[in-house]
């Protein structure tokens, strides 16, 4: 699932209109500064999303029920569980 798709459903669920807007590390670094983050750390925040925006982090694992003993559950199921929250 994309950025783009988690959007559109939470964009659905709320009733609000939620959009994701991809943007280059220079920007993200630039956001992060201007609000107070120091620049290393901020830069280094930027290198670990490269992975995901890459799409490198798609494979599904058993990392979250390994970690936390819950079977994972998708994002819809998610926002069904909690809807009132999303109003």
Do not use: C
Not at 7 to 21: F, M, N, R, V
């Amino acid at each position: 699932m994309s950025y783009a798709d988690a959007a559109e459903k939470l964009s659905k669920a709320s009733g609000h209109t939620i959009q994701y807007q991809a943007i280059d590390d220079d920007t993200f670094v630039g956001i992060l500064t201007g609000v107070g983050v120091p620049k290393d750390y901020a830069s280094f925040l930027a290198s670990i999303f490269y992975p995901v925006r890459e799409g490198w982090t798609a494979l599904t694992t058993n990392a979250v029920e390994a970690l936390t003993g819950h079977a994972p559950r998708a994002l819809q199921t998610y926002i069904d569980d909690h809807i009132a929250l999303f109003k």
